[in-house]
């Protein structure tokens, strides 16, 4: 439960909104909120801050924009602590296995299809392969502490026997153990897209909800192509992060 409220400082030149953003921040450090934790209602919330219900709004807004809140309308609604997004590093290649293993987390993924499909134009070209070819391809939804965080369609060559091998863990560890196939490089693409009726119903989110989508082609040492994916991140539990560096001489 939420703590006593703040004495709010007046004449400070730190807005009132700001103030009551500091303080909730702080209530979720110290643990006093926790996520699924629900505010109360605006109306006691901005009389115990002494405030109008419009300051207090522009508050959570903004921690509702910073996706430290989700606020849900209706009677049974309101503002309620989210849990914390999940930080993915694309610097290296690192399945979603490894990801969440970093982030303390346990990585679950429940298997829509797992079949063998025609190569489209735009699989045939990635995987470089003849279109119309056969290869696999694996959906699944990828959770992390039961909730939903992730959809991922991985296409891969055909290989013998993939589609009859444990498909719920690391599907690069299979490659890798299985086949000889590390992933050693790949190249992504990322672009924000909207949540289709389909995706959103496998993700727990509305139809037309912000979606994350990553693009990848991975390569083995030699440079074959072992995997064409199309991974779908609800951008409320996972930041995509890429680290930089400079390799030569500094541009201006």
């Keep these: 439960m939420v703590g006593t409220p703040p004495e709010l400082e007046r004449g400070t030149g730190v807005p009132a909104h700001v103030q009551i953003e500091r303080w909730l921040l702080e209530s979720i450090d110290r643990g006093e ?3 699924g934790d629900r505010l109360p209602g605006e109306r006691e ?9 419009m300051t207090l709004r522009q508050a959570l807004a903004t921690l509702e924009h910073d996706g430290v809140l989700i606020r849900v309308p209706g009677r049974t609604g309101g503002a309620f602590v989210a849990e914390p997004r999940i930080e993915c590093d694309l610097t290296g290649l690192a399945g979603f296995t490894e990801q969440m293993r970093r982030a303390h987390l346990r990585a679950e993924a429940r298997i829509l299809t797992a079949r063998t499909v025609p190569a489209t134009g735009t699989v045939a070209r990635a995987l470089e392969v003849e ?3 056969p290869v696999h391809e694996v959906v699944r939804v990828r959770s992390a502490g039961r909730s939903p965080v992730a959809l991922e369609r991985s296409y891969f060559p055909h290989l013998p026997g993939l589609l009859d091998q444990d498909l719920t863990g690391s599907l690069y560890t299979l490659l890798a153990g299985h086949y000889d196939l590390e992933p050693r490089t790949a190249v992504e693409h990322l672009d924000p897209v909207i949540a289709r009726p389909g995706d959103a119903a496998e993700l727990g989110i509305a139809p037309g909800a912000p979606l994350m989508l990553i693009e990848r082609t991975a ?3 030699d440079g074959t192509p072992v995997e064409f994916a199309r991974d779908l991140f609800r951008p409320d539990r996972v930041r995509i992060s890429v680290r930089s560096g400079v390799t030569g001489p500094a541009g201006s």
């Excluded at 919330?45 to 219900?53: E, K």
């Design 219 to 221: 390569y083995a040492a």
């Design 33 to 35: 909120l926790a996520p």
């Design 131 to 133: 279109a119309g070819s």
């Design 45 to 53: 919330l901005a009389g115990r801050l002494g405030v109008s219900r």
